[in-house]
T-cell receptor
Framework: EPEVTQTPSHQVTQMGQEVILRCVPI?????FYWYRQILGQKVEFLVS????????KSEIFDDQFSVERPDGSNFTLKIRSTKLEDSAMYFC???????????FGPGTRLLVL | KQEVTQIPAALSVPEGENLVLNCSFT??????LQWFRQDPGKGLTSLLL?????REQTSGRLNASLDKSSGRSTLYIAASQPGDSATYLC??????????FGQGTTLQVKP
């Protein structure tokens, strides 16, 4: 069964460093999302992406964040200068049509020291 | 602003019991509602999706209902098993693509 994959599974970085989180959505899906979950808190929406542009972004998704679909398969989230409060589990999700089930990847656990 | 709440935060039941998890949302103008399962330190596994026009959806031992007008959904798990132990999340979708999540109910099923 097709699934969303994410790499790396864990990333440790120093405050101020740039990180890139990678996702491979399900191949025929057209809508892509990033969410994050700080330990013990709710899953929060960051950004949605369709047709090579951002559809919607949350207040969290400030100028330090960017997303890109560099080729036909990958979808990346970049944090330019990480802060301690960026430590969280980051989930990528995708669906074929906007109103359908969103399928989530296993997540990348980011720890900023 | 849409808020999603799940009660109880935690639940412990003996194996074999039927149980109900609750989800409420403040804005009834939703497009659909999705229930997920999350195992510790893992990703989210989609269990059921209910469109706003539907009243319920079933998958195996799981049955989810939706009462949009009252802003409520329930997830019914029949004949619970230790393997059902996990955190269950509900999430609503409005007129954009994003999902808004509740904080989850952590279920423990004791053998």
């Amino acid at each position: 069964e097709p699934e969303v994959t994410q790499t790396p599974s864990h990333q440790v970085t120093q405050m101020g460093q740039e990180v890139i989180l990678r996702c491979v959505p399900i191949s025929n899906h057209l809508y892509f999302y990033w969410y994050r979950q700080i330990l013990g808190q709710k899953v929060e929406f960051l950004v949605s992406f369709y047709n090579n542009e951002i559809s919607e972004k949350s207040e969290i998704f400030d100028d330090q964040f960017s997303v890109e679909r560099p080729d036909g398969s990958n979808f990346t989230l970049k944090i330019r200068s990480t802060k301690l409060e960026d430590s969280a589990m980051y989930f990528c999700a995708s669906n074929e049509f906007e109103g359908e089930t969103q399928y989530f990847g296993p997540g990348t656990r980011l720890l900023v020291l | 602003k849409q808020e999603v709440t799940q009660i109880p935060a935690a639940l412990s039941v003996p194996e074999g019991e039927n149980l109900v998890l609750n989800c409420s949302f403040t804005d009834s103008a939703i497009y659909n509602l999705q229930w997920f399962r999350q195992d510790p330190g893992k990703g989210l596994t989609s269990l059921l999706l209910i469109q706003s026009s539907q009243r319920e959806q079933t998958s195996g031992r799981l049955n989810a209902s939706l009462d949009k007008s009252s802003g409520r959904s329930t997830l019914y798990i029949a004949a619970s098993q230790p393997g059902d132990s996990a955190t269950y999340l509900c999430a609503v979708k409005g007129n954009t693509g994003k999902l808004i999540f509740g904080q989850g109910t952590t279920l423990q099923v004791k053998p």
